[in-house]
């Protein structure tokens, strides 16, 4: 069985290999036209490559073959791990439809749940152990059966994939989250004696700080839904590994809090989409760091902003995992449940935080403040309350600020 220390190792020769052969890949870009194209929802300024994600896969499969256990389940994520980024990487290159790219995720992550990558067990509070790998819901003609858990981890993989893959929408935000994640997750798993997820979290953490130094803003190579997909894949079977298969409490709620940001994101996005009868796979300006653009914000602001809201919830995880706050009996002990409570207190504090930076509750007063404070300094009249409505209004249709002129503090049509 894998140790700490192969975790370790794994860790660096992922980051390593990331690291060289990330560049190695703009070549293939350009020549394949794989190119990101400055657009009005991008945040880039430049064509920029974006084949990266083939350089986090060489680091994921030689530090993976070497340090992860040669087992089926094993062979099995890396399979899928080849074929979620040969998915990503025809995306890049063709642009593919909504429905094909939907197919080939499924097909590709249930290459590890049919070999046992799933859910088969998870203890809920007030509910205690369920058991949905227990629950048949198809007998196939070979005999094999189909589980319950079976179905629910393969949306949890799908929906982790496409969680990443929408906040990849400004330069190092992926990988830093998948970074932060990772490290966590491996924590946590390592702890739990779950030594292959481990292996596989740090590995994953590892390849995406290695590709950071290429995708960090300004970035000189993006890595495009090959990489992508890629990371929310992985991070997703580490998540089932690593915490899900135990039967601790909080194991179903360790995943969705080191994730909170970028399902939170996504759940925001979604969420509006189906408000405005918009098609859910159709891209928009809506996300976290679109806003964050929209009010000014620089990438490296953003990332600064996101990554921090991350780590608190990292953070939070890891006090879930290892302060002894109970003996796991319905029996607290007061000095430690306060240490937890305040590590609570501190990620709501950020969520509130980025809730008013993000002007998701209080939109309308920001922008007429902003209005104002515009107008004044062009020597403007300040503008009329139904003027403001309206660009509020546009505003949450679009997901895009209407551009108000310094000068003049007058609001512009967005092009």
Not at 195 to 221: I, K
């Amino acid at each position: 069985m894998p140790t700490n220390t192969d975790a370790g190792l794994a860790f660096l020769v992922a980051g390593l290999l990331a690291l060289l052969l990330v560049p190695l890949t703009k070549p293939l870009a350009i020549r394949l036209g794989a190119i990101a194209q400055p657009s009005e929802r991008s945040l880039h300024a430049t064509p920029t490559p974006q084949l990266g994600g083939l350089g986090i896969l060489a680091g994921v499969l030689v530090a993976g073959l070497i340090w992860l256990p040669s087992d089926t389940e094993s062979h099995a994520i890396l399979l899928g791990a080849v074929g979620i980024t040969y998915l990503g990487f025809l995306d890049d290159v063709f642009d593919l439809p909504a429905a094909p790219k939907l197919l080939g995720q499924v097909s590709c992550v249930v290459i590890p749940v049919s070999v046992g990558v799933t859910v088969t067990e998870f203890t809920f509070p007030f509910f205690g152990r369920l058991t949905p790998g227990t629950v048949d819901l198809l007998t196939l003609p070979g005999g094999g059966v189909i589980h319950l858990g079976d179905v629910g981890t393969v949306l949890a993989l799908v929906a982790m994939i496409n969680v990443i893959n929408l906040i990849d929408g400004v330069d190092g935000l992926a990988a830093g989250v998948a970074v932060i994640s990772g490290i966590t997750l491996a924590t946590i798993a390592l702890s739990l004696d779950r030594t292959a997820a481990g292996v596989l979290a740090a590995l994953v953490a590892g390849a995406a700080l290695g590709f950071l130094r290429w995708g960090f803003p300004p970035a000189s190579t993006f890595m495009g839904d090959t990489g992508s997909n890629l990371l929310g894949y992985l991070l997703g079977t580490v998540a089932v590994q690593g915490a899900l298969k135990t039967n601790a409490v909080i194991a179903l709620f360790i995943p969705l809090i080191i994730l909170a940001v970028p399902i939170l994101d996504t759940g925001f996005v979604v969420a509006k989409r189906l408000k405005y009868r918009r098609p859910v796979y159709k891209a928009d300006r809506w996300h976290f760091h679109h806003r964050m653009a929209d009010i000014g914000f620089s990438q490296r602001r953003t990332l600064l902003y996101l990554y921090g809201w991350t780590a608190v919830m990292a953070a939070l995880a890891l006090a879930l995992r290892f302060v002894p706050y109970s003996d796991n009996h319905g029996h607290f002990d007061v000095f430690w449940t306060a240490v937890i409570a305040v590590f609570g207190l501190l990620a709501l504090a950020a969520s509130i935080y980025l809730v008013e930076v993000l002007e998701i509750l209080k939109l309308r007063q920001t922008r007429l403040r902003q209005i104002v404070t515009l107008r004044r300094q062009a020597g403007a009249p300040e503008p009329e309350l139904q003027e403001v409505n309206t660009a509020v209004e546009q505003e949450l249709e679009t997901g895009s600020f209407p551009v108000v002129d310094p000068e003049t503090g007058e609001f512009q049509a967005v092009e």
